[in-house]
């Protein structure tokens, strides 16, 4: 399995309150995504980010930050949680634009 | 939106049988990606068609890819129950940073 660890894997937070999820990954990937995922929805892309501090945003982007300071980190920040951020989200890293991407397990959000 | 489409959004066959899942895309590409996820796992490769490719195999999978269409599909021969998964597919932009997925299609291969 590629070497990419989200945390937490899971959280309880509540409304207001800033939440930082947390994708490392130990193969040098160039590309790092984070992407949210709802039934009925598929993948949705937040932000992602092309090299270090090299980031652009995706087609959900808004109410989310993203920062990425080492290769292998790559952060995103809920500014102030809300309901409608309950989600299942995934990181990926990806070698570069001719390959493919790996998945980290998910890390589950809830926001109360 | 910027996802593309993926047709049937659900797929109930029997074991044996050919599944075959289609995919659209409003882009232009560099390459075409088809994922498989398992219930409450991450999403695992499958296949990678590059633009100027036509089709591709894998073991039992067959890609094809229509550029001019902007669309592809995921043929699955003699499926079997552990096939039973969501498939999705994710187009790469030919600017090479966007990954993007589809809406996904449920399989579900009944033994």
């Known amino acids: 399995d590629a070497g990419i660890t989200q945390s937490p894997r899971h959280k309880v937070t509540e409304t207001g309150t800033p939440v930082t999820l947390r994708c490392h990954q130990t193969e040098n990937h160039r590309y790092m995504y984070w992407y949210r995922q709802d039934p009925g929805h598929g993948l949705r892309l937040i932000h992602y980010?092309?090299?270090?501090?090299?980031?652009d945003k995706g087609e959900v982007s808004d109410g989310y930050s993203v920062s990425r300071s080492k290769t292998e980190d790559f952060l995103l920040t809920l500014e102030s949680a809300t309901s409608s951020q309950t989600s299942v989200y995934f990181c990926?890293?990806?070698?570069?634009?001719?390959?493919?991407?790996?998945f980290g397990q998910g890390t589950r959000l809830t926001v109360v | 939106s910027q996802q593309g489409e993926e047709d049937p959004q659900a797929l109930s066959i029997q074991e044996g049988e050919n599944a075959t899942m289609n995919c659209s895309y409003k882009?232009?590409?560099?390459?075409l990606q088809w994922y498989r996820q398992n219930s409450g796992r991450g999403l695992v490769h499958l296949i990678l068609i590059r633009s100027n490719e036509r089709e591709k195999h894998s073991g039992r999978l067959r890609v094809t890819l229509d550029t001019s269409k902007k669309s592809s599909s995921l043929l699955i021969t003699a499926s079997r129950a552990a096939d039973t998964a969501s498939y999705f597919c994710a187009n790469r932009e030919t600017s090479g940073s966007r990954l993007t997925f589809g809406e996904g299609t449920q399989l579900t291969v009944n033994p």
């Open positions: 980010s092309y090299g270090v501090k090299d980031t």
């Open positions: 882009t232009s590409i560099n390459n």
């Open positions: 990926a890293i990806s070698e570069s634009s001719k390959t493919e991407a790996f």
